[in-house]
């Protein structure tokens, strides 16, 4: 197959009969190429059959309970626990130190998925010292 630029130059473009050549080639090799119906088929059927699967979980069929919330003492205790410092551990849960010593402090609440993550460290602490 006839190699073609991307950006021809004035002098370098081709004729029609030269770019009518070469899509008869592309569609040439088209034709060569096998084509499987029976695997598309069962392809698109499968397709189907996984969005319309009951076994999905969506919010009708299932009940995400909220992270629990951790109050300053458990987040320092926790950091503890795993012997980090702050900043460590703020860099393992991919946040700002200075918002791991406002926690700590008490003088703000970690989000929602602050919360979740802190939630996971305490459960499965080695988890969190994978990332290293």
Do not use: C
Not at 14 to 21: N, V
Not at 57 to 82: E, F, G, H, N, Y
Not at 90 to 108: D, H, K, T
């Amino acid at each position: 197959m006839a190699k073609v630029q991307k950006n021809p130059s004035p002098k370098q473009s081709k004729t029609l009969s030269e770019r009518l050549r070469g899509k008869s080639e592309i569609l040439e090799a088209l034709d060569e190429m096998p084509f499987d119906g029976a695997h598309l088929v069962s392809s698109a059927s499968g397709l189907v059959k996984s969005l319309q699967s009951s076994d999905k979980s969506t919010l009708r069929r299932t009940s995400v309970p909220r992270p629990v919330p951790l109050d300053a003492a458990q987040i320092a205790d926790l950091r503890k626990r795993l012997n980090l410092s702050q900043s460590v551990f703020a860099a393992f849960l991919g946040i700002r130190p200075a918002s791991v010593m406002s926690w700590e402090y008490g003088r703000r609440i970690p989000s929602g998925p602050a919360r979740r993550l802190l939630e996971i460290a305490t459960r499965h602490p080695e988890v969190l010292l994978e990332v290293a």
